[in-house]
């Protein structure tokens, strides 16, 4: 059993934390699917935000969504890419964290999530929080168990 020496770490604001919106690639919307796959393979990324024309977080869009949107009973139906719009396919199912949230809050929530969406109290698209920086956090105060 790890005892740590103090909790404190658990009730620290993930703002510190998050990879700042502007820093993030996302799609909007109103864009294609084209477009989205473009990004996601581009930046080499398993799924971006989608937001709205003023930054409101939507949803999520993976490559998954977008070659589910294109397959036809014999093949892929690539020229159809242009047509679809991200806001018909993307995810709008899954766990959102807001900026004033604890560590605690994040740790459970990114157990199943390898990242997670940060919003504010408007819906506003702050950022992202990885599950790599959380075990990172996790990862130091663990070693400090050793000084």
Same mark, same amino acid.
């Given at each position: 059993?790890i005892s740590?020496?103090?909790?404190?770490?658990?009730?620290?604001p993930?703002?510190?934390?998050?990879?700042?919106?502007?820093k993030?690639?996302?799609?909007?919307?109103?864009?294609?699917?084209?477009?989205?796959?473009?990004v996601l393979?581009?930046?080499?990324y398993?799924?971006?935000?989608?937001?709205d024309s003023?930054?409101?977080?939507c949803?999520?869009?993976?490559?998954?969504r977008i070659?589910?949107?294109?397959l036809?009973l014999?093949? $892929?139906?690539?020229?159809? =890419?242009p047509? *679809?719009r991200v +806001?018909?396919?993307?995810q709008?199912?899954?766990?959102?964290i807001? !900026?004033?949230?604890?560590f605690?809050?994040?740790?459970?929530?990114? $157990?199943?999530?390898?990242? =997670?969406?940060? *919003?504010?109290? +408007?819906?506003?698209?702050m950022?992202?929080?990885?599950?790599?920086? !959380?075990?990172?956090?996790?990862?130091k105060?663990i070693?400090?168990l050793?000084?």
């Amino acid at each position: 059993m790890i005892s740590l020496p103090s909790r404190d770490f658990l009730d620290t604001p993930i703002e510190e934390y998050i990879i700042s919106s502007e820093k993030v690639a996302h799609v909007q919307v109103n864009n294609s699917a084209e477009h989205a796959l473009l990004v996601l393979t581009k930046t080499g990324y398993a799924a971006i935000p989608v937001l709205d024309s003023k930054y409101h977080f939507c949803g999520l869009i993976n490559a998954q969504r977008i070659t589910d949107a294109i397959l036809g009973l014999e093949h $892929i139906e690539y020229e159809r =890419l242009p047509e *679809i719009r991200v +806001e018909d396919i993307m995810q709008t199912d899954f766990p959102l964290i807001h !900026i004033s949230e604890r560590f605690q809050r994040a740790l459970d929530l990114l $157990i199943d999530q390898n990242f =997670l969406c940060v *919003i504010d109290d +408007e819906g506003m698209f702050m950022g992202i929080l990885t599950r790599r920086v !959380i075990l990172k956090q996790l990862k130091k105060q663990i070693y400090q168990l050793k000084k």
